[in-house]
């Protein structure tokens, strides 16, 4: 381990394991203690004399309010813990895990911000567990960061609500993910949101819950991603307008919990290869053919497709809508289905893609 | 067509055979190879034979990229021993696999993350080098986190 050490005597091994491990270098210690709760990390200052300072030198904070007896402790918690580390060090990620009100939630986040965006953070995660429908709006300071990567905004699902955040375009130039669960967009009379247009190195966007309060455009402005995620929206815009030319995978649940289609304005999908289509079963499936024809229009790039149950059950009853003209993918490499393929749906999908293969991906059947 | 071999050294001298393609996922390996073509054997001071085995069989793995996350976890899991581990991460971060690091490392923390102090420092084999009246300053130092 330390270069000149001398040979360690063959039949001396207990002594040996020692020799080596107690040595581990601080990279392993580290990476180690990357993986637990922060409280943990402090608790090791007391191992050994060794050890008293390692965790105010770790790059990466896991913060879990369930390690704490009441959230006013977690917050002053997360205060000491803040102003003992090791200044000198960069934040690389923040964890934080917080069940809790909105005002106790609002004291830890200002801390977290505050000194990981001084700290050249690159990923922070905050996911929230709410115990009711009260209001919380996330402050503007969160959605200015020069250095964040990688951004998670996650809450419990509680129907028809979440967590506000600022309707004005969010500042977040290094941006490259953006994972957002059950998150309220829109209200206070706003229409129209452009939020990720200043994001201008996100990839991979993911929307999960979104509960888009009467917007009538939900706007998706950025030049490099490649992959949108949408799944079970609580609420939809009248459209979801995408501007992406570099997109290449798109996976959708296509209508919300009020039975709202997606309406999907996107254009100049030169690099399309994969899209992923789920939608919630309702008893009149006639009434969404046209939206998913319509999609189906726009989409007709993809080389790889995968339905769902309730998309094939859509194109199955109602293919006599369908089959006007010809079927739109006619690029089609694979379409891979959760359920059977009826003859007469695969047959659509072949007339235009004839060389496309079908793959069923059923839960496992043992024989 | 033959593929190229690479040929590794243990602390211990022993010698183990790797095609160069399967090597060079070790970052450590494939920046010698790029230097100076690496045509002799290239020991590994710090990596004895039992690691620098499990390692070998690691690089070796023919996985399905999709599978390699849940091959790579449990391959650890299987040798579950916190000083195999440890060892193995040790090598991992010798020969730069990230993914056997975190996968190593990962596993360490799983293990001891319910363990009382003394239950660590046993796992990790730290020797407490302070007396009972400066443990206690220093939780005293940290009560917030205790």
């Known amino acids: ?367 | 067509m033959s593929k190229k071999t690479l040929t590794l050294m243990s602390k211990d001298k022993q010698l183990f055979n790797i095609e160069e393609h399967l090597a060079v996922q070790s970052v450590t390996i494939r920046n010698m190879v790029k230097e100076d073509g690496a045509s002799s054997v290239i020991p590994l001071p710090r990596v004895d034979s039992e690691t620098l085995a499990l390692v070998i069989e690691y690089l070796n793995r023919q996985q399905a990229p999709e599978e390699d996350e849940d091959y790579v976890k449990k391959f650890v899991d299987e040798r579950g021993e916190i000083p195999t581990l440890l060892e193995l991460a040790q090598a991992a971060l010798d020969l730069d696999i990230k993914k056997l690091m975190d996968a190593a490392c990962m596993k360490v923390a799983d293990l001891i993350k319910d363990f009382t102090l003394e239950e660590v420092r046993e796992a990790l084999r730290i020797e407490n080098d302070r007396t009972p009246e400066e443990e206690k300053a220093i939780r005293d130092e940290f009560q917030w986190a205790f």
């Open chain 1, 1 to 367: 381990m330390i270069a000149g050490q001398m040979d360690v005597v063959h039949d001396d091994t207990a002594a040996s394991m020692i020799d080596r491990i107690s040595n581990l270098p601080n990279e392993i210690i580290h990476h180690i203690l990357s993986f637990l709760d922060l409280k943990y990390a402090i608790q090791t200052s007391a191992l050994s004399k060794r050890w008293k300072h390692i965790w105010t030198l770790l790059p990466h904070l896991n913060l879990n309010s369930r390690y704490s007896r009441s959230s006013p402790k977690f917050v002053k918690f997360v205060n000491d813990a803040l102003s003992h580390r090791n200044h000198g060090i960069e934040v690389s990620a923040v964890e934080l895990s917080f069940k809790g009100s909105a005002t106790q939630l609002d004291a830890v986040v200002t801390s977290i911000v505050n000194y990981a965006y001084s700290h050249n953070v690159s990923k922070l995660t905050m996911v929230w567990f709410r115990f009711n429908k009260e209001v919380y709006k996330f402050r503007q300071r969160l959605f200015s960061c020069q250095t964040l990567k990688h951004l998670t905004l996650a809450t419990n699902n509680l129907n028809d609500s979440g967590p506000h955040v600022p309707k004005s375009a969010w500042d977040f130039p290094a941006l490259e993910t953006l994972n957002l669960s059950n998150i309220l967009f829109g209200g206070d009379g706003y229409k129209s949101l452009n939020l990720f247009s200043k994001c201008v190195n996100l990839k991979d966007l993911t929307l999960h819950g979104s509960y888009m309060w009467n917007l009538d455009i939900f706007d998706v402005c950025a030049p490099q991603l490649s992959k949108l995620t949408i799944t079970d929206p609580q609420s939809l815009s009248k459209v979801f307008n995408v501007v992406a030319p570099k997109l290449e995978s798109l996976t959708a649940s296509v209508m919300d919990r009020f039975s709202n289609f997606l309406h999907l304005s996107i254009e100049d999908l030169d690099y399309l290869e994969k899209v992923n289509l789920s939608m919630l079963q309702f008893l009149d499936v006639g009434k969404y053919a046209p939206g998913l024809l319509d999609l189906f229009q726009k989409l007709c790039r993809a080389k790889f497709l995968i339905l769902d149950y309730g998309i094939i059950k859509v194109l199955s009853t109602c293919l006599d809508q369908f089959s006007d003209e010809p079927c739109p993918f006619n690029n089609l490499k694979c379409l891979k289905s959760t359920s059977t393929v009826p003859i007469h749906v695969r047959n659509y999908f072949l007339g235009s893609s004839p060389s496309a293969t079908f793959i069923m991906d059923f839960p496992q059947v043992l024989t």
